[in-house]
């Protein structure tokens, strides 16, 4: 099982030709991982070249990349393009045939610095991340126009949900040891980010690799510990099954971790579950959810759910739909089941495509009526918001929220929420600021 990567929007670095640029595709990983590939390239002198990070998620985000680098060809014909991320490393050839490419690099390559000092003159330069059995650390100062940082703590995934190809594009689970992790967050609490999220393939699998084995819980424990100057600790994707009792702990005792989860459930019904091949059940989800909120009632809950996973009926749909109410989902991640070739649920028989669509219509219309009702619920209440650019900026609830006036990008500044507009929070300052 490896939990679906959130999916961002594709992101660049101002494309002028004078450096590198990096466009990023799928998760916070890729993100993290976006910034490590920028620094090693301005560090070896790499000019007019763009690296695309590329998702294997589904088949759209691997379409998506393609027509960008189609794009970018035409808008800068006299630049090298190098392609890498999980869809390359998983079919190198695919991208390595397209003439709009220079190069192809795998996810091992390209974290490390030696691939943009000596770059290899191969076409292709991959090799098996299955035989990979450690996690390079890399320590960075910072993350260009970004209020908030990533950090890797855990690469890869051991186990193999029949529907996810991303094992075969991050290779093993393996780990980055405590002191490096709190290394690195010491140094961006230092270049003044106030917001660290934490994030990996699979973090809730964090340590089992490590002597000791210890668990994410523990790992957070001994981190917001060691580094008291950090405001505000986020995690990305957690699994149901691997929650420990010191993380559920810390939900209830620590206000530096921030109260938005996002859970990696996939689907509501337990067959579809077992077809999945994943480690939970439909009543596992509610148990965990109940338990957050028990330690922390106010917090906001978010989900990946696939939608029209093989097999699945409308009954067993409904139950997924199901659950948006009764465990509070309002961060939803809606995934229409896109067969990935090589995996088990490839050759499960097919639900209807136009099905699936109307599917993930109906969920998704759900999850946005579900997010109206909280963002409504939050009028009246204070928010310490993060700021991020032009008066905008995110609550603890990662609620995106719109502040007047003139703030600096990376302050936190106590608001009362006031109204709800175009989908976001609007506030007003509180007296007492922080950081602004």
């Not at 029949?162 to 140094?187: A, E, K, Y």
């Not at 809606?334 to 649920?345: C, D, L, N």
Request: glycine fraction near 8%; include cysteine.
């Amino acid at each position: 099982m490896t939990a679906v990567p959130e999916v961002l929007r594709p992101t660049t670095d101002a494309a002028d030709g004078a450096g590198p640029d990096v466009m990023t595709f799928g998760c916070r990983l890729n993100s993290y991982e976006s910034e490590v590939m920028r620094q090693h390239a301005e560090a070896a002198g790499w000019q007019n070249t763009v690296i695309v990070n590329t998702c294997a998620v589904t088949k759209e985000a691997e379409r998506q990349a393609r027509q960008a680098i189609r794009k970018l060809r035409r808008e800068r014909p006299n630049a090298r393009i190098v392609v890498t991320g999980c869809a390359a490393q998983i079919d190198p050839q695919k991208f390595s045939a397209m003439a709009e490419v220079d190069q192809v690099i795998g996810n091992t390559e390209k974290m490390q610095a030696e691939s943009y000092l000596t770059p290899s003159p191969e076409r292709i330069v991959v090799t098996d991340i299955m035989a990979v059995r450690e996690t390079a650390e890399h320590l960075i100062s910072g993350f260009e126009d970004r209020a908030r940082a990533f950090v890797e703590i855990q690469q890869g995934c051991d186990h193999r949900c029949t529907f996810c190809i991303i094992p075969f594009g991050r290779g093993p689970n393996r780990s980055v040891p405590m002191g490096r992790i709190t290394d690195q967050i010491r140094l961006l609490a230092a270049a003044g980010f106030a917001e660290v999220v934490l994030t990996g393939v699979d973090i809730t699998a964090y340590g089992a690799d490590l002597p000791g084995r210890p668990r994410l819980g523990q790992m957070i424990r001994r981190l917001l510990a060691q580094v008291p100057e950090l405001p505000r600790l986020r995690l990305s994707s957690l699994d149901p099954v691997e929650v420990d009792d010191d993380l559920l702990r810390l939900v209830a005792d620590e206000p530096r971790l921030m109260p938005h989860f996002h859970l990696s459930i996939q689907a509501g019904d337990d067959l579809i579950l077992k077809r999945m091949k994943r480690r939970h059940l439909r009543g596992d989800v509610i148990d965990l959810a109940g338990r957050l909120r028990a330690r922390r009632p106010d917090l906001a809950l978010g989900a990946d759910i696939i939608v029209g996973f093989p097999t699945e009926s409308e009954a067993m749909f409904e139950q997924s739909l199901a659950l948006v109410e009764e465990i509070g989902l309002t961060h939803l991640h809606v995934f229409p089941f896109s067969a990935r070739p090589g995996t088990p649920a490839a050759r499960m028989p097919p639900v209807a495509g136009d099905v699936i669509k109307e599917r993930a219509a109906r969920l998704r219309a759900k999850g946005d009526a579900a997010m109206t009702a909280f963002l409504a619920s939050r009028i009246g209440c204070e928010a310490a918001v993060l700021m991020e650019k032009n008066g905008f900026g995110h609550c603890e609830h990662y609620l995106p929220v719109h502040l007047d006036g003139d703030w600096t990008a990376g302050s936190i500044v106590r608001t009362r929420i006031t109204a709800v507009a175009d989908g976001r929070l609007t506030a007003v300052p509180l007296t007492g600021l922080s950081g602004s």
